[in-house]
């Protein structure tokens, strides 16, 4: 199914492991409105898709629009996918999508163009084309959060790989002996900076430091990276020690990426990312110090410009990119 050449709004969707964001956005990457579901991630992929059908119904109504409007619909959905078919082959965080249609249902349910990619992936279409990387040729992007995401644009296209397995940058390893990650190998480049290492780093260092905020907060219950941070930024000599390592991973995998890729400038977004200069400062004192081969004056660190809304933009961006 083609896009509608005559609908001049598209629906943008994110999937992400615990929310289902919607959006409808015009065709200069301008959000009329947005909802958004829980992904129930671990109840199966028609849950999940009944989730994605009513956060779009509630954006085309929050934006006093209607399917017929839509150019089409965009989404980005974690994991490995055969995307022209509209199927993801696997998605670690997601109970069964194995060799699942995902574009089809939500194409029926609506009667427009559907299209998927992976979420990252697409996130990057958004920021190349609206965000932060408009205007640059040469683009890296990375999203910090349960994982840690990447896509590339070179010579001003996305890649994808021939596998569309292109730049699974969380798992570069960093650390030989390093903590298991969700992959089933050890030392990830995730395994280090993803939420759940930076939680399993904070826990021991929590427990060097019984006086700490951080100790507190892990008597409490598992504290989150946001948690972390704040009390970072709060002074807290525990939670800082948390931030700076996780910021010298992070510097680490952008100086590997920099010298792999070359780019005019790299984008940090995420969750994690919120952190702000806490993180990315001294990420950035790290590629200093360590990218060399390829200099760290040739590509800017900078925040994503999207902000949270890069992957609903960028699932537009998918759909106008079927136009062209």
């Not at 629906?11 to 992904?39: H, Q, S, W």
């Not at 972390?228 to 948390?242: N, P, R, Y």
């Amino acid at each position: 199914m083609r896009p509608n050449l005559k609908g001049n709004l598209i629906a943008g969707v994110d999937i992400g492991g615990t929310f289902i964001k919607a959006g409808v956005v015009t065709r200069d990457g301008k959000m009329l409105a947005e909802a958004r579901r829980p992904a129930r991630a671990m109840e199966g992929p028609a849950v999940t898709l009944s989730m994605v059908v009513e956060a779009i119904e509630e954006a085309l109504k929050k934006a006093g629009a209607s399917s017929k409007e839509l150019c089409g619909i965009g989404m980005g959905v974690p994991g490995r996918h055969r995307s022209r078919d509209g199927v993801c082959l696997f998605s670690p965080n997601f109970a069964g999508w194995e060799n699942v249609q995902v574009a089809a249902p939500v194409q029926d349910a609506f009667g427009a163009a559907t299209f998927m990619l992976n979420d990252v992936k697409t996130a990057t279409l958004g920021e190349h084309r609206f965000g932060a990387g408009k205007g640059y040729d040469h683009v890296v992007m990375i999203t910090l959060g349960t994982g840690i995401g990447c896509g590339v644009i070179s010579d001003g296209e996305l890649r994808l790989g021939s596998g569309e397995g292109f730049s699974e940058a969380g798992h570069m390893i960093i650390q030989t002996d390093g903590p298991l990650c969700g992959c089933g190998s050890r030392g990830c480049w995730e395994a280090l900076a993803g939420r759940d290492g930076i939680v399993a780093q904070a826990l021991r260092i929590a427990e060097r430091h019984k006086d700490s905020k951080l100790s507190a907060l892990a008597q409490v219950g598992e504290p989150t990276p946001a948690d972390i941070f704040k009390a970072a930024q709060e002074g807290d000599e525990a939670a800082l020690e948390v931030a700076r390592q996780t910021a010298f991973y992070v510097g680490i995998g952008c100086s590997n990426l920099i010298q792999v890729y070359n780019p005019q400038v790299l984008i940090i977004g995420g969750g994690i990312a919120q952190a702000g200069p806490l993180l990315l400062d001294r990420a950035r004192e790290v590629v200093r110090e360590r990218a060399r081969m390829v200099p760290a004056d040739t590509c800017q660190i900078v925040p994503a410009g999207l902000g949270d809304d890069a992957g609903i933009i960028g699932g537009a961006v998918l759909v106008l990119r079927e136009e062209e």
